[in-house]
């Protein structure tokens, strides 16, 4: 009969689920806990959910059979923007809204057959989530790890809300459109830059993670060697006798043609007290983001201050300040020295107002002359390690590459005293306050007579009023007087609660760590959390390769300190695994004006929607719910069957790459495991086949070796040669039941339902989720044949299989008369023919 998935697959899924086969227990065997990135809870899942699901699922059902007690959990990332959004759009409670799509979600995951223990799924809403975070957050608190200051945000003046800095579309709000402003606000922040340097030394320790995702976070760190000096200044107002610079090319300072100042330096903050022009220029430059690519894009805009400053070589020397737009406080003093020959930036805003354009060095051999004239039109920028002529070296001429040419910089400025080499990071604290609603609020209280005091223990959880509404702008905390004024938690009196929530980045920075003991009154428990920690294989997409990843490196050292993990939990993350992304077509009409009009990949058929209107198409882009070009998990599974949706997943390329859904490509996969099931549904009468039995034993070799390296493709690719072998070999009765069974225990981590039923109809004792891996035997993987390729005239075109001590003659006769090499050789005679025993054969005609 035929294999109905619609039937088997609730069935197995039920007797998991009684037999509580994925609880995961503390005991004595060795643990493996395998993560996958928890998804925010939006509505739907996605083809890019099942595909990450399913390699972590592969790995945690790989690892339970291995004898591992496996930790594997679900939960999910619920605060933040969107389901604000949604009640201002929609009308409603972001909870409801969060906690429905919630319920969708779970409805949607479960018939994929993950070995989840769903005993320990929260959500970061969750009240006791939410407790144990401000719990920690005290500790934190407590522990000097958190702070309060005034930094630049990004400020919304019609949402009247902070902007994250990719919540800023070409400088407008993501929701509003409205220009977006820098504002001066007091913000809470951790302390994430005391860690740098600790933070950036441990990554050469990952060796579990991809280098790329190593070099990204490097690069975030952004240690660097530089000089950091004073320029004494001229005519300047009192207390203000000198400025600050810290510089990474102090190679550079004899091409020096101004200083330039940020729009929120103390000087100019001075100056715009009695200087009209440059508040007002001030207050034009705060309409910029503060995100580095709104810098770099926007038109470079400058004020002469009128003031100058003393070139420390050469107290004759004047450059005039300016104020510029590109020059943020929050990065290293809020000054710097245009060197404009040699840098881009510094070019184009020196050409824009006429300063002066010195080159420092040039190519290697160049002459003063040359090196100037070089840079009139464009900054010439080479290599740190290139070697370069100084035209205008603090020691005369000489060739030397940036490197060498910093180090005597920092060493010329030491003797002299007017500097000092500077080791900084790019690295700045984490700013964590949100003016909005859902989030978790910041346990602290504002009290006119004792400052700012922390909310008392015994008073948490302190939990988000539910009587709001979002019909007016800004953050609907700030005007709820019930829940905003309170008794100071340390003298009594009227007092204010802090109405900033922290960033969703905090509630997804220790998840894994309380997913250890998720129901636990305290954050995490001791016992728990030195057995199952770290995790051990953590899955998830690049594009958090950067913060998510740093952030909780940081916070697991800050739970180390504050007694909530154990030492060796610092580096939460053992091994770290990038998917790629899942594409489709985007097929697209457009209207009367020529917009885009998306649409759903069931709508069309053969490029044609149903009223016969031909749709553009656009090949393999990024699956996406604006562009619609979605695939719908529960559709593919009522379609084909879970297993299927995950069988196409794992085979079609290496899950580092992208993988294009098509219909074609599941419909193919679906063949595929019916074939498997037929071969298992009548097993017919008959004897051994020696030849069967060492591809079994090489299958299990190999699948065990690319699921263990993360190939899962390869696994698949091996598990097709055994069927076929076993759809092919005369082996019948208890031997071919005994074969069916290895296919079921190989192919249990990738389409789990399907195996429990070959594996039930060969005989299988209990279940298959229950049996031990197969190990091979390694007898059975020494072959006494060889596989030969043919090269002819350097190209592979055949391959032969001959016995490993076949002479050479014997080898060259065989290769002759094989009709694919004769084809290829289209009767041209043979003028030589190398055997390279083992290995290779080459033809040359």
């Not at 005007?479 to 960033?503: I, L, Q, S």
């Not at 074609?664 to 009548?682: C, H, I, N, Y």
């Not at 097709?720 to 074969?739: H, P, V």
């Not at 060969?762 to 190990?775: L, R, S």
Request: hydrophobic letters at 40%; aromatic letters at 10%.
């Amino acid at each position: 009969m035929p294999y109905d998935p619609a039937i088997s697959e609730p069935r197995w899924q039920k007797a998991w689920n009684d037999a509580d086969t994925f609880r995961a227990v503390r005991d004595e065997r060795p643990k493996y806990y395998v993560l996958e990135m928890f998804p925010y809870p939006s509505g739907r899942i996605h083809m890019g959910h099942v595909r990450n699901y399913t390699m972590g699922d592969v790995v945690a059902r790989f690892k339970r059979a291995q004898g591992f007690s496996v930790l594997h959990p679900m939960g999910w990332d619920a605060f933040g923007m969107p389901a604000e959004n949604a009640a201002m759009e929609q009308g409603g409670h972001p909870r409801d809204w969060t906690y429905g799509n919630i319920a969708t979600m779970r409805d949607q995951l479960k018939p994929l057959g993950l070995s989840i223990d769903w005993s320990r799924e929260f959500a970061t809403c969750d009240d006791s989530y939410v407790h144990q975070q401000q719990s920690m957050f005290l500790d934190m608190l407590e522990a000097g790890l958190i702070y309060r200051k005034s930094a630049m945000v990004n400020w919304d003046p019609v949402d009247m809300t902070v902007l994250a800095n990719e919540q800023v579309e070409d400088g407008r709000g993501w929701r509003s459109g409205a220009l977006v402003e820098r504002r001066e606000l007091t913000q809470w922040f951790f302390r994430i830059s005391d860690y740098s340097d600790e933070l950036l030394s441990a990554l050469d320790r990952l060796t579990g993670w991809p280098e790329k995702v190593r070099l990204m976070q490097a690069n975030w760190i952004g240690k660097s060697r530089g000089l950091q000096f004073r320029f004494a200044t001229v005519d300047a107002p009192a207390g203000f006798d000198q400025i600050e610079v810290y510089t990474t090319r102090p190679d550079t300072l004899m091409g020096a043609s101004f200083v330039a100042l940020s729009a929120d330096h103390p000087l100019i903050k001075h100056l715009a007290e009695t200087r009209p022009e440059i508040a007002a220029f001030t207050a034009e430059c705060r309409k910029i983001g503060t995100t580095e690519e709104a810098i770099e894009t926007a038109p470079k805009l400058g004020f002469d201050t009128g003031l100058t400053v003393r070139h420390p070589l050469d107290p004759d020397w004047q450059l005039p300040v300016w104020i510029a737009n590109f020059v943020l406080m929050d990065y290293g003093t809020g000054a710097i020295f245009g060197s404009p020959a040699h840098d881009e930036r510094d070019h184009e805003f020196a050409t824009k107002y006429g300063l002066p354009i010195r080159a420092t060095f040039g190519p290697k051999g160049a002459t003063l002359a040359e090196a100037d004239a070089l840079v009139a039109t464009a900054p010439f920028v080479p290599a740190k390690t290139e070697t370069v002529t100084y035209v205008r070296g603090f020691a005369g001429a000489a060739d030397q590459n940036g490197e060498e040419a910093v180090a005597a910089a920092i060493r010329h400025a030491e003797a002299a005293s007017y500097g000092e080499g500077v080791t900084k990071f790019r690295l700045r604290d984490w700013g964590i306050s949100r003016q909005r609603y859902w989030g978790c609020p910041i346990p602290v209280v504002h009290c006119d007579d004792c400052g700012t005091v922390p909310e008392r223990k015994e008073n948490l959880p302190v939990l988000l009023p539910q009587d709001v509404t979002f019909d007016v702008p800004g953050n609907p905390l700030d005007r709820h007087p019930t829940w905003r004024n309170v008794a100071c938690p340390v003298c009594g009196k009227p007092a204010r609660r802090e109405t900033d929530t922290m960033d969703t980045f905090v509630d997804s920075s220790w998840y894994y760590a309380r997913f250890t003991a998720p129901q636990a009154p305290t954050p995490t428990v001791a016992e728990d959390a030195d057995y199952w920690m770290n995790v051990d294989q953590y899955i998830g997409g690049i594009e958090h390769a950067i913060l998510h990843l740093l952030y909780s490196r940081f916070f697991a050292r800050a739970m180390v300190k504050t007694g909530h993990l154990p030492e060796k939990a610092k580096e939460p993350f053992d091994a770290l695994f990038t998917q790629g992304m899942v594409t489709h077509e985007i097929y697209l009409t457009r209207d009367d004006r020529g917009r885009p009009v998306y649409h759903l990949p069931e709508t069309v058929t053969d490029g044609k929607l149903a009223d016969g209107t031909v749709v553009e198409v656009i090949p393999s882009a990024k699956m996406s719910k604006s562009k619609k070009n979605v695939v719908d998990p529960v559709n593919i599974v009522a379609s084909f069957g879970a297993d299927t949706a995950r069988w196409f997943m794992l085979s079609d390329s290496p899950p580092e790459r992208d993988v294009e859904w098509t219909a074609s490509g599941a419909e193919a996969a679906s063949k595929f495991l019916a074939r498997v099931w037929r071969l298992a549904d009548e097993i017919p009468e008959g004897g051994a086949d020696s030849d069967l039995l060492r591809a079994a034993h090489r299958a299990i070799d190999e699948v065990t070796r690319a699921i263990e390296g993360f190939a899962f493709n390869k696994a698949v690719a091996k598990l097709y040669e055994l069927a076929n072998a076993i759809g092919k070999s005369s082996a019948g009765g208890d031997d071919r039941s005994a074969m069916l069974r290895i296919l079921a225990q190989l192919m249990a981590p990738m389409v789990p339902h399907l195996a429990e039923e070959i594996w039930t109809r060969a005989g299988g004792q209990g279940m298959a989720v229950n049996a031990p891996w197969p190990k091979a035997n390694p007898a059975l993987l020494i072959s006494d044949s060889v596989v030969l390729p043919i090269q002819i005239n350097g190209k592979r075109r055949a391959e032969i299989e001959v016995p490993k001590d076949m002479p050479k003659e014997q080898i060259e006769a065989m290769v002759l008369a094989d009709e694919t090499v004769l084809r290829f050789m289209e009767g041209a005679p043979v003028k030589k023919l190398i055997v390279v025993p083992g290995r290779i054969v080459n033809v040359v005609v």
